[in-house]
């Protein structure tokens, strides 16, 4: 029997920007690219979604403090509840965190400035399905695009998360200021992944790195084994 194509769905928020971006690197990884649109109250049929990067509803409040209320954010609630995989990219990952599906928070860049650069990142769990096709402690490169993406959270969060092996990815030289260089945390389950970096736009060498690909196609292919789990 041959593999399915994975339906992964990408929401798409009032100022959403790489949405379009995320939808075509899902599908040139051999996945079916689903758009949802943030009005949407239940999912379709879909195997894993992509929150993606830009600046919803206008970063109006704080970065994704509008978007948590968004009725396609609750039915992805309902989704990673039952354990469907969940991938938060920048604004993606400021709504999750918004939203208590991942801990801490995303606060200005330490700098006060924008940064827009390919940063190298050292990946710190390869157990979980979105990083299965990275090695633990390869250094990978993915750029980066925000103006807040400076991770916080208190000591005894970070110790919890540090125990826990929620910390992900890092950033592997000074980026903007994140609480013990994070780049990427997942939940206690392991099936949201919040990251800060963008993958999306690391599949092909000719954007000078392929590297997001090993995120991504780490993605489609859990998504690909829940699907045919279910048949």
Not at 165 to 189: H, K, L
Request: proline share 7%.
């Amino acid at each position: 029997m041959a593999s399915p194509q994975p339906r992964v769905g990408v929401v798409t928020y009032p100022g959403s920007q790489d949405d379009r971006d995320a939808l075509w690197a899902l599908a040139a990884l051999d996945a079916e690219a689903v758009p949802v649109w943030h009005e949407e109250r239940e999912l379709p049929d879909l195997d894993a979604v992509v929150l993606p990067g830009g600046f919803s509803y206008g970063d109006y409040l704080r970065c994704g403090a509008i978007a948590r209320f968004s009725p396609a954010t609750a039915a992805v609630r309902e989704f990673a509840d039952a354990g469907g995989l969940v991938l938060g990219i920048c604004n993606g990952f400021q709504i999750l965190c918004e939203a208590g599906l991942l801990p801490g928070a995303l606060l200005q860049n330490e700098t006060l400035r924008f940064v827009c650069r390919d940063v190298p990142l050292v990946v710190e769990r390869n157990d979980i399905p979105f990083t299965s096709r990275c090695a633990v402690g390869q250094r990978i490169v993915i750029p980066v695009k925000h103006g807040d993406g400076r991770w916080y959270a208190p000591p005894e969060v970070v110790r919890e998360l540090e125990a826990n092996r929620q910390v992900v990815v890092r950033y592997g030289e000074p980026c903007n200021g994140s609480v013990a260089d994070v780049a990427g945390v997942c939940n206690e389950r392991g099936n949201v992944l919040g990251l800060m970096p963008h993958p999306e736009h690391a599949v092909d060498p000719l954007l000078g790195s392929a590297d997001g690909a090993l995120v991504l196609a780490s993605l489609v292919e859990a998504a690909r084994e829940r699907a045919l789990a279910l048949i």
